[in-house]
């Protein structure tokens, strides 16, 4: 019975040890779930501030050429996204370098909006030439060339970053599914000793009831 009293109690401190372990484990696995989630919705992000800055463009250069502006539609409505977008990735949580490079992507993005405003201000003042002779001059260009690289810079650096998230989480997913396995099953293995041990137990009580109850029928038949 001691015995028993033992082996119940190990298996209670091993079932106490192993259950913090496993929800460690799948608390980390969520965390790195998250992050990389995070991950992927910054490049997204990415994306659609670069889709803006093109549709400021295109409706930049549709009405310098051609004077309507109904062409100004998209690039009305991306110029007013523009501010939210950018500010919607710097909330994600990204490393202090990304961030650094968010803050020249966001002055390069505000010097091409000054850019395209100064040329449509032109040609709204009818003058044609002065906003043909700005573009021309191709700041506008080198402005988006560079906001091209920046956003392009940062989607490398996500991806890379991504990489060894996603590596991070693959391997968190192993050592939760391992150290379950193992745990699983030493308590297994620990509940089979334990009824093996409650078997014998009951084996050699009911034995020793037996020759208790041999031994009263022997004296009952000498007296």
């Not at 990389?36 to 310098?64: C, F, K, N, P, W």
């Not at 002055?107 to 201000?121: G, P, Y």
């Not at 700041?139 to 392009?152: C, N, Q, T, V």
């Amino acid at each position: 019975m001691i015995r028993f009293l033992q082996w119940r109690r190990l298996v209670a401190i091993i079932a106490a040890i192993s259950i913090p372990i496993i929800i460690f484990f799948v608390a980390d696995a969520k965390e790195l779930r998250r992050v990389v989630d995070l991950s992927y919705q910054r490049r997204a992000m990415l994306q659609i501030i670069l889709s803006e800055h093109q549709d400021i463009e295109t409706g930049q250069r549709g009405y310098l050429l051609s004077g309507d502006p109904s062409f100004l539609d998209p690039y009305l409505k991306a110029r007013q996204q523009m501010d939210t977008t950018l500010a919607q990735v710097e909330k994600l949580q990204t490393p202090a370098a990304v961030g650094s490079d968010m803050r020249r992507l966001r002055d390069l993005t505000r010097q091409k909006l000054a850019f395209s405003a100064r040329t449509i201000a032109l040609r709204q003042n009818n003058d044609f030439v002065g906003a043909q002779a700005m573009v021309i001059g191709g700041d506008g260009k080198r402005l988006m060339d560079g906001i091209r690289a920046e956003i392009g810079q940062l989607r490398r650096a996500e991806e890379g970053r991504l990489a060894i998230l996603s590596k991070e989480s693959d391997e968190a997913q192993s050592k939760l599914r391992l150290q379950s396995f193992v745990l699983l099953g030493l308590l297994t293995t620990l509940l089979c000793i334990s009824g093996l041990i409650i078997f014998r137990a009951f084996r050699a009580r009911a034995a020793a009831l037996a020759r208790l109850d041999d031994l009263s029928r022997r004296r009952e038949a000498i007296l």
